[in-house]
């Protein structure tokens, strides 16, 4: 297959963050455990989630999985539990690419900074 | 004893051959959940049950604390695990799932436009309570 213009090689450092992306384990196993950790609502845990209310409260309530996205979800909640844990760590080059934070809420994630 | 974790994945070489062969054994698993690996079409599909709800039809999700509502915009007929262990080698069965369209005045709708709901979660909205649906046609 030939490359087209402008398109960076799939090399070997690529092939690495592909492989280490598609099998990550970042996500939970149940919503539940986002929830035991933290006091919020289950919309909250719906909107991170990225389903609805009612899909949400099945699943919390009556452990009635969805049988759709169910995987996309776990990994959403996945990557909001790993932000709560970890966004001390985060540089702020990262944050400034991935989500620019206004100086409101900077000082209030890094107040030592301010 | 080998700590390194990459050394039971396949070769950064066979990428171009067969891509999944970097995924773990249960697959990605997105759509039907980490069991699509073992997922296989019954002998006896042709036969399969008709939808109960057609595409337009106005739905309540099954109530709970906080009910949702809206219009069914698709329909799949999807495999059904009620035992998530690795040893599953087919569905126990399949049945429907409908795609809402959540109304305007849904709970949800603040964040999601559509979910997915399992045919049994799902009940027709009495006509009376079919008034948004109007409104908003007449709005267009």
């Known amino acids: ?114 | 004893m080998n700590s390194d974790a990459s050394a039971s994945q396949p070769s950064l070489g066979d990428r171009n051959s067969n891509p999944s062969a970097f995924l773990s054994d249960e697959g990605v698993g997105l759509l039907f959940g980490q069991n699509a690996s073992v997922v296989v079409i019954p002998p006896d599909f042709a036969a399969a049950q008709l939808p109960k709800y057609s595409i337009g039809s106005r739905c309540r999700l099954a109530p709970q604390t906080h009910s949702e509502w809206g219009t069914i915009i698709g329909q799949i007929y999807a495999p059904v695990f009620k035992d998530l262990g690795k040893s599953r080698q087919k569905a126990d069965w399949w049945s429907w799932i409908y795609l809402v369209l959540l109304d305007a005045d849904s709970p949800s709708r603040g964040w999601i436009i559509a979910d997915w709901v399992d045919e049994e979660d799902l009940e027709l909205l009495p006509a009376g309570q079919d008034l948004s649906a109007s409104d908003e046609s007449e709005a267009l």
């Open chain 1, 1 to 114: 297959m030939t490359r087209r213009s402008g398109q960076v090689p799939f090399g070997e450092v690529e092939r690495v963050l592909f492989r280490t992306y598609v099998n990550c384990q970042i996500a939970i196993a149940h919503p539940r455990e986002l929830y035991e950790e933290l006091d919020l609502t289950q919309e909250q845990l719906a909107i991170v989630a990225g389903c609805s209310l009612a899909t949400m409260e099945r699943w919390m309530s009556q452990n009635n999985e969805p049988r759709m996205l169910k995987e996309v979800y776990l990994r959403r909640l996945g990557e909001f539990r790993f932000l709560l844990r970890h966004y001390r760590e985060i540089p702020a080059e990262a944050w400034d690419r991935l989500c620019p934070l206004p100086p409101r809420d900077r000082a209030i994630l890094f107040p030592d900074q301010s």
